[in-house]
């Protein structure tokens, strides 16, 4: 299932990390068309320009920054067992701070420092990952908190299944042969799990706990999850297609050499702000560690207890 991109006039199959365009038909394709002489596989071809892979991955995260905005939650801030963890959505990066580690995800890299040494690891994702951790913000924002999104984290089997495995990795524990190979080991993980090892170190044990004993998500709950954190809303879409059209989101980019600053106003020099749009009703969006939706009503997750919410 690819997903199109209209602003950009591309399909992205993001599970298998290809970009497609649409051929133009002559005057002959379309007559063998018409007699079913032509295969569909043969209408699009495929896109290796790294610019262009570039503008898709820089117009996703201008979709995740519109859809924060919308929902009011641009920023978290929360203490987790007297740890200081943040999350912050811009319009062309997602920052993510702990008390010994800095994540930036842009669209050319997953970058990690260590806050104690300054060193920095980085990663230049595939577009399986970087979807995956674009999932992993809308997930985020579906929750509404990061103690209700590493709930649902502690309850997704693949999640559950390589937590367990590496025994929780600890980070800021150095392994043997000392640097900064942790850093390393945990871009590694790709862009479904990294969020979620992350946060979950400032819970420490107590998140190891909770991912051993919380139970799993179901089929139809994972298949529920799956299809609202990939949808998008027709306003946003609208939003993002009408920035496109009076910026080019992939022109300048962003720093590379270093980590950028983290005070950095929202937005910076790279887009026009939009108005914000914030969805009535509370952020809490999960009753409980267990269940999904409270008593606001916000489209989706039926399955889970709660009223429809959109994400």
């Given amino acids: 299932m690819m997903e199109y991109i209209k602003a950009l006039n591309l399909y992205v199959d993001w599970e298998n990390g ?22 569909e596989e043969g209408d699009y071809e495929e896109v290796t320009s790294p610019e262009l892979e570039k503008k ?30 943040s999350v912050k959505i811009e319009p ?10 800095v994540m930036e995800y842009t669209p050319d890299k997953f970058a990690l420092r260590d806050k104690n040494s300054g060193q920095v690891q980085e990663k230049s994702p595939t577009l399986q990952e970087f979807y995956q951790m674009y999932k992993e913000i809308r997930k985020l924002l579906a929750a509404g908190s990061v103690q209700q999104y590493l709930s649902l984290k502690a309850r997704e089997p ?31 993980l790709g862009g479904g799990l990294l969020l979620g090892y992350l946060l979950g170190s400032a819970l420490g044990s107590s998140f190891a ?18 299809e609202q954190v990939s949808a998008v809303p027709e306003d946003v879409v609208q939003e993002v ?5 009076m910026e080019d989101i992939a022109g300048e980019g962003l720093p590379t050499e270093e980590f950028s600053n983290t005070d950095t106003p929202e937005g910076g ?16 969006l999960f ?25």
């Fill in 56 to 85: 898709v991955r820089s117009y996703k995260l201008y979709e995740l920054y519109t859809l924060a905005q919308k929902a009011g939650k641009t920023e978290f801030k929360e203490n987790l067992n007297g740890q200081e963890v």
């Fill in 158 to 188: 693949q999640f559950k299944q390589a937590y367990l495995q590496s025994g929780g990795m600890q980070l800021g524990q150095t392994p043997s042969g000392g640097g900064f190979s942790w850093g390393s080991a945990l871009l590694g």
């Fill in 92 to 101: 062309q990066r997602v920052t993510v701070e702990t008390p010994s580690v």
């Fill in 287 to 311: 009753a409980d560690a267990d269940s999904f939706g409270g008593e606001e009503d916000f489209g989706g997750f039926d399955d889970f207890g709660g009223d429809d919410f959109d994400i």
């Fill in 18 to 39: 290809k970009i497609y365009r649409k051929k133009e038909k002559s005057f002959l394709d379309n007559l063998l068309g018409i007699f079913g002489k032509s295969q």
């Fill in 269 to 284: 020099d790279y887009f026009t702000q939009l108005n914000e749009e914030v969805l009535d009703g509370g952020n809490d």
């Fill in 209 to 226: 706990e909770e991912v051993q004993n919380a139970p799993e998500l179901t089929p139809e709950e994972q298949s529920q999850i799956e």
């Fill in 241 to 245: 297609e009408k920035t496109v059209a």
